[in-house]
């Protein structure tokens, strides 16, 4: 197991614009990284260079500042919608499907593995319903997982938030998430574990990730205290990672340890961002001292 941060370490900043990949990428570096998860997510707004005309152009030269540096990308994470797809305006749910189509090709040039995609939840007919919103997601990603698995790129299902406001979410458990992972039925698809979405719902995560099992390929590697989606760096919050390490090596976890922290940064001027990142290396590093 390695450790990973994902390319948004460094990507908002405060006059509003958006750090360059590739000059996220060489300062993740200079701080320790040699792992990165990069992220697509702000495509939707106009950020990243998935949004240019040359952007698979841009994607190769990420690629090839990354091999100058030494770097691997073994994970990604595409663009999402909040609620449900149909939610959102046409012309919204359009520039997401062109967006994700980048987003896995993009993957793809950067030799990604595992890409992160979030389940959607069907409520139509019943307030939660785990067969229905497994077809559902079944017939929505079925493109996007045909495309993946054409690019050779892994997808892996994310879990969500479970919230006392929306009570009941699918696939916030490990067991809806491990069954829209097995109902595909293809090595291609796995689960992604997100630990700050689990300590909204399980004190002790170690249930979920042995209940995930094989199927878990990749992380997202955050902490908070159960009640905001804070994205800070390990024992910031009140996950027990003491106790979670060690259940990654227990299952025979073979992805890396990702970091998913750009809270810890959006706030910070970019002369502080690296000292900042310094220390997020180290905890990392720590992390998987007790694994």
Same mark, same amino acid.
């Given at each position: 197991?390695?450790?990973?941060?994902?390319?948004?370490?460094?990507?908002?900043?405060?006059?509003?614009?958006?750090?360059?990949?590739?000059?996220?990428?060489?300062?993740?570096?200079?701080?320790?990284?040699?792992?990165?998860?990069?992220?697509?997510?702000?495509?939707?707004?106009?950020?990243?260079?998935?949004?240019?005309?040359? %952007?698979?152009?841009?994607?190769?030269?990420?690629?090839?500042?990354?091999?100058?540096?030494?770097?691997?990308?073994?994970?990604?994470?595409?663009?999402?919608?909040?609620?449900?797809?149909?939610?959102?305006?046409?012309?919204?749910?359009?520039?997401?499907?062109?967006?994700?189509?980048?987003?896995?090709?993009?993957?793809?040039?950067?030799?990604?593995? %595992?890409?992160?995609?979030?389940?959607?939840?069907?409520?139509?007919?019943?307030?939660?319903?785990?067969?229905?919103?497994?077809?559902?997601?079944?017939?929505?990603?079925?493109?996007?997982?045909?495309?993946?698995?054409?690019?050779?790129?892994?997808?892996?299902?994310?879990?969500?938030?479970?919230?006392?406001?929306?009570?009941?979410?699918?696939?916030?458990?490990?067991?809806?998430?491990?069954?829209?992972?097995?109902?595909?039925?293809?090595?291609?698809?796995?689960?992604? %574990?997100?630990?700050?979405?689990?300590?909204?719902?399980?004190?002790?995560?170690?249930?979920?990730?042995?209940?995930?099992?094989?199927?878990?390929?990749?992380?997202?590697?955050?902490?908070?205290?159960?009640?905001?989606?804070?994205?800070?760096?390990?024992?910031?919050?009140?996950?027990? %990672?003491?106790?979670?390490?060690?259940?990654?090596?227990?299952?025979?976890?073979?992805?890396?340890?990702?970091?998913?922290?750009?809270?810890?940064?959006?706030?910070?001027?970019?002369?502080?961002?690296?000292?900042?990142?310094?220390?997020?290396?180290?905890?990392?590093?720590?992390?998987?001292?007790?694994?």
């Amino acid at each position: 197991m390695r450790l990973s941060t994902m390319t948004s370490f460094f990507g908002k900043r405060l006059d509003g614009d958006y750090t360059p990949l590739i000059e996220s990428v060489r300062r993740s570096k200079e701080v320790g990284f040699q792992v990165m998860d990069v992220s697509f997510c702000h495509a939707l707004f106009g950020k990243t260079e998935l949004v240019k005309d040359n %952007w698979e152009a841009l994607i190769s030269d990420l690629r090839n500042e990354a091999e100058k540096l030494g770097v691997e990308f073994s994970q990604s994470h595409p663009v999402f919608l909040t609620g449900h797809p149909a939610n959102h305006p046409v012309e919204k749910q359009e520039l997401f499907q062109e967006m994700m189509r980048r987003s896995i090709i993009a993957s793809s040039i950067l030799g990604v593995k %595992w890409a992160a995609l979030h389940p959607i939840e069907e409520k139509t007919e019943a307030l939660f319903d785990t067969e229905a919103s497994i077809k559902a997601n079944l017939e929505y990603f079925s493109p996007i997982v045909e495309l993946a698995i054409k690019h050779n790129v892994g997808v892996a299902f994310e879990n969500m938030i479970e919230r006392a406001a929306t009570k009941r979410r699918f696939a916030s458990h490990a067991g809806e998430l491990a069954a829209l992972v097995d109902a595909y039925n293809d090595k291609a698809v796995g689960a992604c %574990w997100d630990f700050g979405h689990g300590n909204f719902l399980y004190k002790d995560q170690r249930f979920a990730l042995r209940t995930l099992g094989k199927r878990l390929k990749s992380t997202h590697v955050n902490d908070n205290y159960g009640q905001e989606d804070e994205h800070m760096f390990p024992f910031h919050g009140s996950v027990d %990672w003491a106790s979670i390490m060690p259940v990654l090596t227990e299952i025979g976890y073979e992805g890396d340890f990702s970091f998913e922290t750009h809270k810890e940064f959006d706030r910070l001027p970019e002369s502080i961002k690296d000292i900042v990142a310094r220390s997020g290396y180290e905890i990392g590093k720590y992390c998987l001292s007790l694994a």
